[in-house]
């Protein structure tokens, strides 16, 4: 056993083997939370209702639900702009439930590269 220093202290050790022990469980509680995020459904719209985006917690698109009269075969551009909003929304809702139920197992803690 290494001598206590001002970086250690008198239970370097101990406190070493909390820390792994907590960054453990930590990791538990991560995957806990991705697999329950993965059965979790966010849902979000474009033009009004017209578009509806549903995408799983871990970002995966369930569906998309386009109401016959958004549908123009001279206006491609506005369908694809309202999907593709209504992707991002549904994204930004996706990203915004995992960081909720990151922050209550990191307890606020802004890990980089975490999510």
Excluded: H, W
Excluded at 10 to 30: F, S
Excluded at 47 to 56: I, Q, R, Y
């Amino acid at each position: 056993m290494g001598k206590p220093n001002k970086f250690t202290g008198g239970g370097g050790n101990q406190n070493k083997a909390a820390m792994m022990q907590r960054v453990q469980q930590m990791q538990e509680e991560m995957l806990n939370l991705q697999n329950e995020l993965s059965e979790k459904t966010v849902t979000a719209t474009a033009g009004g209702g017209a578009v509806t985006v549903t995408m799983k917690g871990n970002r995966d698109l369930v569906s998309v639900s386009l109401k016959p009269e958004i549908v123009d075969p001279d206006d491609i551009e506005m369908l694809e702009d309202l999907i593709v909003a209504a992707v991002n929304e549904a994204g930004a809702k996706a990203s915004e439930m995992m960081e909720s139920g990151m922050a209550g197992i990191t307890g606020g803690l802004n890990i980089p590269g975490l999510f």
